[in-house]
């Protein structure tokens, strides 16, 4: 019986990332084509103009926002149990650009065979610096690190340039996607660094309803194409909130792993469901 061959995505990857470049290129063109033209005369009148309105409407000065979250997790993959898990978030929308940091972790034990084994301690944490070109376009810098001690990683550390591109953005609806080069450094237990180029493709939802909760959706795939399939990492998230009081908020989040090659002692496929209560800020 003859093994069925896995199929491969390089060449959808690459028409992907084509496809996303010519439309920046695009925007990029049709923004600077879009420019009126002025005369001397008429731009510093403009100019004088927009001084004296934007002094009359002062901006107010940018400020952080974002919540702490304390709850269990549910956890599906080495053993079912439930987890202590702590989160932060924070988003600093500034003047154009935004900045987003946040981290997270998590420990359990478990009794098996009346001994108390750890099955699950690890941290993560990140940040991304954003800003936009156009309406549609922005440039995105990431770094996302974890280190976890049952998946035997010392310190994994993926660093990334991504251009991004704004499906949808209003008021309460956004549906974004980044394509970009990355470099990826980690560490396993009992093993020597690894270095490797690779490239980040992700998604980002977001929708708040009238009455306040909200819902959010995130995927992230890192594949290394040197040693595609069997190195990659799919990652995804949903994620709903409901505010229970202008502070506090219940947060249900259910997360989605996939690793190549599979860790010791762990299934390639995990999941993760967080029930917690939010403070928000």
Known sequence: ???????????????????????????????????????????????????????????????????????????????????????????????????????????????????????????????????????????????????????GIDYRVVSSVSFGYKFISTTNLSLSAEVGPTLAIEKFQHGDDNVYPTIYLGERFDYVFPKGPRICQRVAWIPDFQNWPDRQSLRSEVGVQTPLTSKFALRVVFEHSYENPTPRHRNAHEARLTTGLSYTF
């Not at 990332?17 to 009126?36: G, K, M, N, R």
């Not at 149990?81 to 900045?99: C, G, L, M």
């Open 1 to 151: 019986m003859t093994q069925k061959k896995p199929r491969n995505y390089f060449w959808h990857a690459a028409i992907a990332v084509f496809t996303l470049t010519v439309t920046c290129i695009s925007e990029i063109a049709l923004a600077s084509e879009t420019q009126p033209l002025t005369s001397p005369g008429e731009t510093t009148s403009k100019t004088q103009n927009a001084t004296q309105i934007q002094k009359t409407n002062a901006v107010p000065k940018p400020t952080w926002h974002g919540f702490v979250n304390l709850g269990l997790t549910l956890y599906s993959g080495y053993r079912d149990a439930y987890i202590s898990s702590v989160s932060v978030s924070a988003t600093h929308k500034r003047a154009v650009d935004t900045i987003r940091l946040s981290v997270n972790g998590g420990y359990g034990e478990a009794k098996i065979r009346s001994e108390s084994v750890t099955i699950a301690k690890h941290i993560r944490g990140g940040g991304s610096y954003e800003h936009p070109i156009n309406q549609k376009l922005y440039v995105s810098m990431e770094t996302q690190g974890e280190s976890d001690y049952i998946l």
